[in-house]
């Protein structure tokens, strides 16, 4: 931990102070692999309150709450205008915190106007830095096409897992997950999922009980093994999603996913869209994020949640408060 000069005010900017920001497979990758330098400041789950506005800014006001959309889309690019805004290279190259401007794990944070999300004054304002997760798993689930009925297993019970899960029940979905920590299970059956430990016996468990397998498969556990795994338990012509971070190659089996006609939907990011709509899940109540928050630390803890991040069994979701 650094001090670091305090932000100001660019054209089009805010500072904001943050109210939360959270910790997930992204940070702890770019922070394990020294995917950026030096200096670096990470975290692009977050909000805040507005502290500082530019003197061109219109629509804020300090003292504004707001959750912050890290991704800077460009909005003019082919992928942008074809309704692939997920995959916009100069957005996602450009992430705050992932190579783009500094991130949140900080006291305050230099944002965009544009980026910026009002929320409602009756949230607490910490449950505005899940959006990101939220919209994360959304996209996931709508690229899956999950609709009342669809049959769903889910590998990897973390926060994206068990997000997807949420919103895939929600959308009428049979949802059975695995994990291999005992925390997560039970947590996954504390929000209404079918969950089991994810032994040699949990896929037989989930193909009996989507008779025959998942119509989709949710892989969320960014392990490269799990893929394989993923492709072998769902149905014939069934579709295996990808929604985590990869940092090491998989080994596959085509010609088996081929003769089964299962169809491989890599999932990144999200859309404005995703984003606006994640936000109003949390909003309304439909979704409660809160229930997933199992730490909530001050800037002093960076460190230590870093290094256990990998290890630690009774955690879902960490964030981290500067005020604390």
């Known amino acids: 931990m650094e001090a670091v000069p305090d932000p100001t005010p660019e054209p089009g900017t805010v500072v904001l102070r943050v109210s939360a920001c959270g910790i997930c497979g992204t940070d702890h990758g770019i922070y394990k692999n020294q995917l950026l330098g030096d200096g670096s400041v990470i975290g692009h789950e977050f909000a805040g309150t507005v502290e500082e506005i530019a003197d061109d800014v219109r629509d804020w006001e300090p003292g504004d709450r ?6 800077p889309f460009c909005g003019h690019c082919e992928l942008c205008r074809g309704g692939q805004q997920n995959l916009c290279r100069q957005g996602l190259a450009t992430t705050m915190g992932c190579g783009g401007r500094p991130g949140a794990l900080a006291e305050r944070v230099l944002v965009p106007a544009t980026q910026l999300r009002r929320l409602h004054s009756s949230l607490d304002p910490r449950l505005g830095a899940l959006a990101d997760p939220l919209a994360v798993a959304l996209h996931a689930v709508n690229l899956g096409a999950i609709a009342p009925g669809t049959r769903v297993g889910i590998i990897g ?20 997950g695995m994990d291999d920590r005992p925390s997560r299970i039970d947590c996954a059956h504390s929000l209404g999922l079918g969950a089991f ?12 009980l989507t008779r ?13 093994e799990a893929i394989e795994r993923a492709g072998q338990l769902a149905r014939v012509g069934g579709r295996v999603v990808l929604v985590s971070s990869y940092h090491a190659p998989a080994e596959i089996r085509p010609g088996h996913w081929m003769n089964r006609g299962i169809s491989l939907l890599p ?17 309304t109540g439909q979704i409660d994020v809160s229930q997933l928050v199992t730490g909530v630390h001050g800037l002093a803890r960076v460190q230590s949640v870093f290094e256990r991040f990998e290890t630690q069994r ?10 604390v």
């Open 212 to 224: 025959g397998g998942p119509e989709v498969l949710i892989e969320a556990s960014g392990r490269p």
């Open 267 to 283: 999932s990144i990011a999200y859309t404005e869209g995703d984003f606006d709509a994640a936000l109003d899940l949390i909003t």
């Open 197 to 208: 430990v994810a032994d040699d016996l949990a896929d037989e468990r989930i193909r009996d």
């Open 157 to 176: 019970l973390g926060p994206l897992g068990l997000f997807a899960g949420l919103i895939a029940q929600r959308n009428g979905g049979l949802v059975f």
């Open 314 to 323: 009774d955690v879902i979701k960490v964030l981290i408060d500067p005020a």
């Open 66 to 71: 707001a959750a912050a959309l890290p991704i």
